[in-house]
């Protein structure tokens, strides 16, 4: 059996990603599953252990690092996050594509390690909207969210090495052109591959 692939899916605070991978996951259970990263942060209200997230101490999360168990790691917003080896090893073996919901230093670094990872970008259907969707939450002033939108902006700069950019206008209509990028790529192969499969030379 062909072995999953490794989807990175990342995007601007606020676009929709944790949406898209959740509808995802419950239309096409058998397609991927999402990994389940360490982060030095303390948990928000609701957020569960070995769920959201492996909530660790900085001293911990070193001797993880030190022992080589992270795929990526990034440092952000004064928080440390990384992607565990054993949990994308955990997805591939349930026969799944793994889909790591994380920021694009992390993506860019995993396309490094492994080159046929597949990385998406999620966008909003226009910055105004992503500033609505903010201003709607209600939580941030004027100047926080003008902040945000020049982030987003910049923050855009470093989504060079994605692939695919997937605009998060109708949800139904997002999940549908993942799902599609991900069985495309499910029929990628190597010429060597098939050569040796089908004519049992290199
Ligand atoms: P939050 O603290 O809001 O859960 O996540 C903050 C940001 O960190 C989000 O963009 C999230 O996708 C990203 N993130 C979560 N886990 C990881 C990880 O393991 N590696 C990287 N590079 N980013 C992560």
């Known amino acids: 059996m062909k072995r999953g692939k490794v989807i990175v899916i990342s995007g601007p605070s606020g676009v929709g990603k944790g949406t898209v991978c959740r509808e995802l996951m419950s239309k096409y259970p058998d397609l991927a599953a ?3 990263s360490v982060t030095t942060r303390a948990p928000r209200p609701g957020e569960i252990e070995g769920v959201h997230y492996y909530y660790r101490t900085n001293e911990e999360f070193d001797s993880l690092l030190a022992e080589g168990k992270f ?3 990034v440092d952000k917003f004064t928080h440390r996050y990384g992607t565990l080896f054993s949990e994308v090893e955990r997805v ?3 026969g799944k594509n793994v ?3 994380i920021e694009m230093i992390g993506g860019a670094n995993v396309k490094k390690r492994i080159p046929d990872a597949v990385l998406i970008y999620l966008l909003p259907p226009s910055l105004k909207v992503l500033t609505d969707r903010l201003v709607s939450r209600g939580s941030e002033t004027e100047e ?5 939108q020049s982030q987003v902006e910049k923050e855009f700069d470093q989504a060079e090495p994605y692939e695919y950019f997937v605009v998060n206008d109708d949800l ?3 999940v549908e052109n ?3 990028i991900i069985d495309a790529e499910g029929l990628k192969d190597d010429f060597r591959n098939v050569k040796k499969i ?3 030379r290199d």
């Not at 926080?144 to 945000?148: A, D, E, M, W």
């Open 34 to 36: 999402t990994t389940v």
């Open 71 to 73: 795929l990526e790691t």
């Open 92 to 94: 591939l073996q349930m």
């Open 99 to 101: 889909i790591l919901e």
């Open 144 to 148: 926080q969210i003008r902040v945000r």
């Open 172 to 174: 139904s209509v997002a």
């Open 178 to 180: 993942v799902k599609t």
């Open 198 to 200: 089908y004519f049992g």
